[in-house]
């Protein structure tokens, strides 16, 4: 039996919650748009051609934000084939994932669709095949109340009022070879900051997210965020990381432990950003836009259409059929979000339907949950207040990919507004249960809201449209009361959620 003793303080605060930790991603690519969130002719479609039943689905889940249209799509993409009459759209071949885009669902269909999902949009430009002129003529449609060409434009197109949006991501990966107009770090920081500064002068608050590196693993990673923040320091607000985790060689420990990644990306981008910052003398921070992540089967399912099928619209790409262990995964990597919510002000779960997503659909028929659909409900719902700073100490167990780790991974919430405190925890031993207690300092403990847990059995289990949910949180009925905090046992391979009723004690 492993063992851990948490300690958890509301005054030792780490930040907010910030909300948009909660976002998610829909993407030009695969069943995402066309027969995920946008299906006329499907039984629950309303007058838009919207499914209700995916809706719901998205409300249940609990997303903030959602980015939009890219991604690698946003790369070659002409967003004005997107709007105005729909027949008189022009089809245009999608470069990133061989693939024709009808432009039947465009800017406009996006952002009355965001309306009835109740989300705030992430918008990103083509600084691709594009750039600043662009940029700001997107801007000008979405944002301008009226009066010049583009914002009559869209008040034509049937939306009078401005749609105010206020995060920009300013393109998307460019440092990929795989990327439509990938670029050096130096040449991308010059065009991201010339199309901010051009950006600002229609809107000084807008909120501007520079390109990060794609991921922990690229050659550049590093150097490429120096060099772009050399250039464009003053003029974004947070800079992107993208992360995609899948057990390697079957080592299922590593594959829990994958937060442990997550936190050295984190802490590793944060410094090289301040280590700008000192450089100017700046007072500023840069933030954290995570505005890609998941568990991801890279090769597992196919990301370009099978050879023999010459542009087909919305061929089913990177379906992943999410397990049990993908669950515990996705459980995990919340945690090390928030553990960094001092610097992570933004996140976005790649993607949200069809794509290796956590809402899967049938064409034409029902809409479902994936695994990995619950902890992530879960966390959006009950995360809220202020993230503490939890100690831990206990048993650590040893990954190939990470060494020695805790065995249980946890962060909590406090909500003093309501006296909820969440404790979100993981056990990463495959093995093993865990013995934890959760010491409850500065605060008195009246009572369990409720204990749940995913994983611990079946880990390999993945749901279909008519069958069980194999990751539906079920109760633990161990929780218990113990002194100043909480005893609980943690089953091995598990995700749990502890939510505990608290008054605030003063010192």
Known sequence: MNRARLTLDPRRRVAPVPRRLFGSFVEHLGRCVYGGIYEPGHPTADADGFRADVLALVRELGVTTVRYPGGNFVSSYRWEDGVGPVDQRPARLDLAWHSLETNAFGLDEFMRWLGKADVEPIMAVNLGTRGTAEA??????????GGSHLADQ?????????????LWCLGNEMDGPWQVGARTATEYGRLAAQTAKAMRRFDPDLELIA??????GMPTFGTWERDV???????????SLHAYYQPVDDDLPSFLASAEDMDRYIDSVTAIADSVGAIRKSTKKIMIAFDEWNV?????????????????VAPPLLEDHYSVADAVVVGGLLISLLRHSDR?????????????????TEPGGSAWRQTIFHPFARTAQHARGAVLDVLRDGSTTTTDRYGEVDAVDAVSTWDESTGEMTVFLVNRVTD?????TVDVSGVQVTGIIECVTVGGTDLDARNTPDGPDHAAPRANGTAQQAGAGVQLTLPPASWSMLRLQAAEVTP
């Open 136 to 145: 700001v003529d997107l801007l000008e449609y979405a944002n301008h109340r």
């Open 211 to 216: 390109c990060g590196s794609s991921h922990y």
């Open 432 to 436: 093993t249960p865990a013995e934890v």
């Open 296 to 312: 991801w089967y890279q090769s597992a399912a196919p990301s370009k259409p099978p050879s023999g099928e010459d542009w087909p």
């Open 154 to 166: 869209r008040r034509d197109n049937g939306t009078p009022d401005p749609y105010g949006i206020r």
């Open 344 to 360: 992570v002000t933004a996140a976005c779960q790649a993607q949200l339907v069809n794509v290796i997503a956590p809402i899967m």
């Open 229 to 239: 923040l050399t250039e464009a320091y003053d003029d974004v607000d947070l800079i």
